[in-house]
C-alpha cells in the first residue's frame, strides 16, 4: 500500500505546472473550428487533471484509515489515484490525436 501511496504522490511534483497550463487552456476560448469531439475531451483532460490532487488526498486519507481495519480495501483505495492518472493521461493522448485530425 506505501508504494501505491508514494508513487500516487510522484505526480503532484509536476502539478503546479499542470494545473497553471489546465487553467489557461480553460480560459482561452473555442475558435468555432473544433470539432465537439476535441472539445469535450480537451476540456475533460483540463478538468480532470485540474482535480487530481483531490482525488490522491481523499484516497490517502481514506486508505490511512481504513489501513488497520481492513488492509485489503486500504490497498484498493490506495490504487484509485493510479487508476485515476491512467485515465487523465489517456484523455491527453486522446486530445493529441484529435488535435492532428
Known amino acids: 500500500?506505501?508504494?501505491?501511496?508514494i508513487a500516487g504522490a510522484l505526480p503532484l511534483v509536476v502539478y503546479p505546472f499542470v494545473a497553471m497550463?489546465?487553467?489557461m487552456s480553460l480560459?482561452?476560448?473555442a475558435t468555432g473550428t473544433e470539432s465537439v469531439a476535441l472539445l469535450v475531451v480537451a476540456r475533460g483532460f483540463q478538468?480532470?487533471?485540474?482535480?487530481?490532487?483531490l482525488v490522491y488526498l481523499s484516497s490517502?486519507?481514506?486508505a490511512l484509515a481504513l489501513k488497520k481495519k481492513n488492509e485489503s480495501i486500504a490497498t484498493k483505495l490506495a490504487?484509485?489515484?493510479l487508476v485515476f492518472l491512467i485515465s487523465v493521461i489517456s484523455l491527453f493522448f486522446a486530445w493529441?490525436?484529435?488535435d492532428t485530425l
Not at 1 to 5: A, C, F, G, P, S
Open 1 to 5: 500500500m506505501k508504494d501505491r501511496l
Open 21 to 23: 497550463a489546465s487553467l
Open 27 to 29: 480560459a482561452s476560448p
Open 47 to 53: 478538468l480532470t487533471s485540474l482535480l487530481y490532487p
Open 60 to 62: 490517502l486519507f481514506a
Open 79 to 81: 490504487s484509485v489515484p
Open 96 to 98: 493529441m490525436a484529435l
